[in-house]
């Protein structure tokens, strides 16, 4: 793995709190990497460091092994994707695209900018100002703004927040697409779970200024290393002390026999969600747990005592 | 609601009507007729006035306050943007210095136009401290010309393109002047293709309200000017007092009003927005 982006022990400290506490990751060439956590978690401070908008209090920043910390945002080959877009509103779509490059000029700026906006597939509105625009078309502008000048890394803040959710799938997707095609670096920064899951290699969940855990989505779904991260990416029913998500239980009218766990319970409420059903229950001892179920297969009316089963596999464990 | 609108609107109206159209009315209705001996205005009615326009010392003097006022203008812009630019980024300083900008309003622009001159004539302030310290052997000429005129209107006028250029200057996204340097403008590029561009509202409005009332400028070019810098409005207003020739001070008054319409006008137009 040929490491692009490193980040060692780097802190952000404010006069009245700790925004960044001794994050350390490394990012491979060409992988999607994203920051997953809760608003306030230091998730955009860390990518605003690497942008060059904040210097860090402490810690080092290596770009390709050199490092960049002390670095403007202007001397640093990282390009940032806005939540808001900052999409220059006097200039056209061409001449936003064209922003960065004027610099390099060259002959074949007029080249790369028509590739770059037919990779966003945005050909044929280079005229339009960002105002004529849709929110996915002026987030699409955002992205071939940064994208044509082939940064290191590229650094998403929350890219899909603004857009209405019926379409945010579908940037999703094409978003997966173009990082693929193109092969850049993405940093990318969210605090939705689905996204951080669907679109990146690996991920990194953050918590109070601190980076939890980082690994796949598989990892950090199956083996999470801290309760928060088990909560944080998804639902955990919390049993005896160990963790057990909702569709890894079923329910029974049978305690059960080949060595399952199982849990006398009473069924309190079935909330249909279409693709499944969200029982709720109650354990033995008050508390509550919740299990996903199939809409194929039984059904089970309010008060009914039933067991709730579950792999020991299945179980989170923490210390 | 119609009538209760008509009830709210009849003072402005009568305002505008007996205090702005109607005396309108008569400066156009005096712009056609002859001078009277004493002053005031006599028949036949005649273009006299306006054609006397033409004679190349008014156009000299018209010539001499578009000249006066468009670099006052450039002055009032090149002084005000930065000026503006740093009270946007004040953070919570911001008042205090807008209020430094608003400070001279305290006093009369008659008085403060007075200061100039004890500062700036052969007696003054400046001139004894240069003679003092041997750096000049005779005073400088640093009033009554055209120099004069356009520091006392600069001054004067300055507080109008910083607070115009202030409003637009804070309420600019910070987060395009990061887009910037980040897509690789140092700081100098950033303010030409972001900033300025985007002040544009901001340039205008201070530019036509320090270039109109400096077009039509009497008191400064009066005072600071002498009798050598002649602009339009001592022309204006010597043809009602000494020259006694009203249909005259009426027409010119009138051509300098159309002047700055058209000028508005084709501002507006350039920019297919409101006048401000």
Redesign the interface.
């Known amino acids: 793995m040929e490491c692009v982006l490193e980040l060692r022990d780097v802190s952000k400290h404010y006069p009245s709190h700790h925004a960044v506490n001794g994050v350390s990751v490394k990012l491979a060439r060409g992988e999607f990497f994203s920051l997953l956590g809760p608003s306030g978690c230091g998730k955009t401070t860390t990518l605003r460091m690497v942008?060059?908008?904040e210097e860090p209090t402490h810690g080092e920043i290596r770009l390709n092994g050199s490092s960049i910390q002390h670095l403007?945002?202007?001397q640093r080959n990282?390009?940032?994707v806005?939540q808001?877009y900052?999409?220059?509103?006097?200039l056209t779509v061409r001449d936003n695209v064209e922003?960065?490059l004027r610099?390099r000029a060259g002959n074949h700026i007029g080249d790369r900018v028509r590739d770059v906006l037919d990779l966003v597939q945005l050909a044929g509105k280079e005229s339009r100002r960002p105002a004529q625009l849709s929110g996915g078309e002026r987030q699409r502008v955002a992205l071939a703004?940064?994208l044509v000048?082939e940064p290191d890394v590229l650094l998403l803040d929350e890219p899909l927040s603004a857009l209405d959710p019926n379409l945010r799938k579908q940037v999703r997707a094409e978003l997966k697409a173009i990082q693929r095609r193109v092969g850049i670096t993405f940093l990318f920064v969210t605090h939705d779970q689905e996204e951080a899951l669907s679109l990146s290699d690996r991920l990194g969940v953050m918590n109070a200024g601190q980076l939890e855990q980082v690994g796949t989505p598989e990892e950090i779904y199956l083996t999470p290393s801290t309760r928060f991260v088990a909560s944080f990416l998804g639902a955990v029913n919390w049993i005896g002390g160990v963790g057990v998500r909702p569709e890894a239980m079923r329910i029974a009218r049978e305690p059960s026999r080949n060595g399952h766990r199982s849990r006398p319970a009473t069924i309190v409420h079935s909330t249909f969600l279409g693709n499944c059903v969200h029982v709720d229950t109650r354990l033995a001892d008050g508390e509550p747990a919740v299990v996903e179920v199939s809409r194929l297969g039984a059904t089970f009316a309010p008060g009914e005592a039933v067991h709730l089963l579950w792999e020991p596999a299945d179980e989170l464990r923490f210390e | 609601m119609n009538r209760l609108r008509a009830w709210f609107l009849a003072p402005t109206w009568t305002v505008v009507i007996t205090l702005f159209l109607a005396p309108l009315a008569i400066i156009l209705g005096y712009s056609f007729l002859t001078r009277g001996v004493y002053g005031g205005i006599t028949s036949p009615s005649t273009l006299e006035s306006y054609q006397r326009l033409i004679d190349p010392i008014y156009l000299a003097i018209l010539w001499r306050s578009f000249w006066v006022a468009g670099a006052s203008t450039a002055l009032c812009l090149l002084l005000g943007f930065p000026l503006a630019l740093f009270i946007s980024r004040a953070g919570r300083h911001k008042n205090f210095y807008l209020g430094l900008v608003m400070l001279p309003f305290w006093t009369s622009f008659l008085v403060r136009t007075y200061a100039w001159m004890f500062m700036l004539r052969d007696t003054g302030l400046l001139n004894t401290f240069l003679q003092k310290f041997g750096l000049i052997h005779s005073p400088l000429p640093l009033l009554y010309n055209d120099g004069a005129v356009i520091l006392g209107l600069v001054y004067g006028y300055l507080p109008f393109t910083v607070l115009p250029l202030y409003a637009t200057l804070e309420r600019l996204?910070r987060?395009?002047l990061?887009?910037?340097?980040?897509?690789?403008?140092?700081p100098w590029a950033a303010l030409m293709?972001?900033t300025i561009?985007?002040s544009?509202p901001g340039i205008r409005a201070g530019a036509i309200l320090v270039f109109i009332p400096c077009l039509g400028a009497y008191l400064t070019p009066d005072l600071l000017g002498g009798g050598k810098s002649v602009m339009i409005g001592n022309l204006i207003q010597n043809q009602f007092t000494t020259a006694r020739d009203w249909p005259f001070g009426s027409a010119v008054s009138l051509v300098l009003m159309a002047i700055v319409m058209v000028l508005l006008f084709a501002i507006a137009r350039g920019d297919g927005e409101d006048l401000l």
Do not use: I
């Open positions: 942008a060059g908008f403007k945002p202007y990282v390009s940032t806005f808001n900052a999409l220059f509103p006097h922003f960065g610099r703004r940064s000048l | 996204d987060t395009l990061e887009a910037a340097a980040d897509l690789g403008a140092k293709r972001v561009p985007l544009a």
